[in-house]
C-alpha cells in the first residue's frame, strides 16, 4: 500500500513539474501549434443599404471558442488575397482573420485598364468617395459579422468575440485604418471611427496631406502601432519616409503607440506575392520581424496578454530585431523606449 501511495506521489509530482515548465515557457510570438491554421474561406456579402458587394477572405483558427477578430485592408489596386503571410500566421495564434476587398480601389482598377494607362488609372482612384467607402466597408463588414456570429445556421456562428476587435491595412489600407481608428477627416467635425475597433496596425502610415498631424491623430483613443521602412516611398503619389514618421508624432502622449522602421524596407517589403525580376527582393528577415511585433501587438491589446506586453516592451522584442531598424514606443504610463 506505501509502495502504491509512493507511486502516486511520483507520478503526481511528475505532472505538476511538467505543468510548471510548460508555464515557464518564455514567451514567443512566432510560435504556432502544429495544424492550428485552417483554408481560408472566400464569401462575398451584400451590403443593402449601400448596394455594394464586399468581397471576404476569412481565417477562422482552429480553437472551438470564440476568437478575436482582425480585420485586413488591402492597398490600392489589391485584393482580399493580398498579404495572405499575416492572416495565415495571425489565425495560427488564435484570430478571425477578416481581409476585405474594396470595390473602386481594388485589383479592377488596373485589369481593366490599357497596359500604359495603369498607372494613371491608379492615382484616378485615389478619390474622395472611395476613399468614404473604404470606411463605410469597415463599419458594415463587422455588422455583418454579428449578424453571422447571432445566427445559428452560419458557418461562423460563436465563432467570432467581437468585443475584441482589431484593424489592420497597408497604404491605402492604412489609410482606411486611420480613418476608423480615430483619425480626423479632412480637420472638419464629421469622423468614421468606429468604436467597436480597440488597437489599429497600420503598414506604410500616411498623413494625407501637409497639415499639422496633431490635428488629425490628436484625438486618437485606441493603441497604434506603425510599421514603415527607410525606403518606404509611395509608387502612387509623392509620399516620403518622412511623412509616413509624422503619423507617430501626431499622436496624443494619452494612447501606447508604438513604431518600427525596418532598414531598408521599401513599400513592397510589407507585400507578399510573386517577385518580379530585376526589382528588390524581399529580405525575408521583414515578414518574422513583422509577425513577431505584430502578434505581440495583439497578443498585448485584444487579449491582455500580461506576457506579450513585457515582450514588446522589453529586450526580446529589441533582439527579435535587426540592430539597424528603428523602434520606439511610448506607454500612457510614460514608460518610452527608442
Known amino acids: 500500500m506505501k509502495l502504491l501511495s509512493l507511486c502516486l506521489f511520483l507520478t503526481a509530482s511528475l505532472l505538476l513539474l511538467d505543468h510548471n515548465s510548460a508555464l515557464a515557457e518564455p514567451y514567443n ?27 471576404l477572405r476569412i481565417y477562422l483558427p482552429a480553437q472551438k471558442q470564440a476568437a478575436p477578430v482582425v480585420l485586413f485592408s488591402h492597398g490600392l489596386g489589391g485584393s482580399r488575397t493580398g498579404c495572405q503571410y499575416l492572416g495565415e500566421h ?17 485589383e479592377a482598377v488596373w485589369k481593366q485598364a490599357p497596359l500604359l494607362e495603369r498607372l494613371k488609372a491608379m492615382k484616378a482612384a485615389t478619390t474622395v468617395q472611395n476613399t468614404v467607402d ?33 484593424m489592420s491595412g497597408h497604404s491605402y489600407g492604412a489609410v482606411t485604418t486611420q480613418g476608423v481608428s480615430g483619425q480626423a477627416w479632412r480637420l472638419v467635425g464629421q469622423r468614421f471611427t468606429d468604436p467597436r475597433i480597440e488597437a489599429a496596425i497600420m503598414f506604410s502610415p500616411s498623413t494625407q496631406g501637409r497639415t499639422d498631424p496633431a490635428l488629425s491623430f ?24 518622412e511623412d509616413r514618421r509624422k503619423v507617430f508624432q ?5 494612447i501606447d503607440r508604438y513604431e518600427l522602421v525596418l532598414i531598408d524596407a ?21 515578414h518574422e520581424e513583422i509577425l513577431a511585433v505584430t502578434t505581440a501587438f495583439w497578443d498585448t491589446y485584444l487579449r491582455r496578454n500580461e506576457n506579450a506586453r513585457v515582450w514588446l516592451q522589453g529586450k526580446p522584442c529589441q533582439q527579435q530585431l535587426d540592430p539597424q531598424d528603428e523602434w520606439q514606443f511610448q506607454t500612457r504610463s510614460g514608460k518610452k523606449a527608442e
Open 29 to 55: 510570438p512566432l510560435k504556432t501549434i502544429e495544424n492550428s491554421s485552417s483554408k481560408p474561406i472566400d464569401i462575398t456579402m451584400r451590403d443593402k443599404n449601400r448596394d455594394r458587394d464586399i468581397p
Open 90 to 106: 495571425w489565425s495560427a495564434r488564435g484570430y478571425v482573420v477578416v481581409y476585405m476587398q474594396h470595390a473602386g480601389s481594388d
Open 134 to 166: 473604404r470606411y463605410q466597408d469597415v463599419s458594415a463588414v463587422l455588422d455583418q459579422l454579428a449578424l453571422w456570429n447571432n445566427d445559428s445556421t452560419s458557418q461562423f456562428h460563436k465563432k467570432l468575440d467581437l468585443q475584441h476587435i482589431g
Open 218 to 241: 490628436g484625438e486618437v483613443k485606441i493603441p497604434w502601432l506603425l510599421l514603415t521602412g527607410t525606403k518606404d516611398t509611395s509608387p502612387i503619389n509623392d509620399t516620403t519616409v
Open 250 to 254: 501626431g499622436l496624443p502622449d494619452s
Open 266 to 286: 521599401p513599400h513592397s517589403a510589407f507585400a507578399d506575392g510573386n517577385e518580379r525580376p530585376g526589382r528588390f527582393r524581399r529580405n525575408p528577415k521583414y
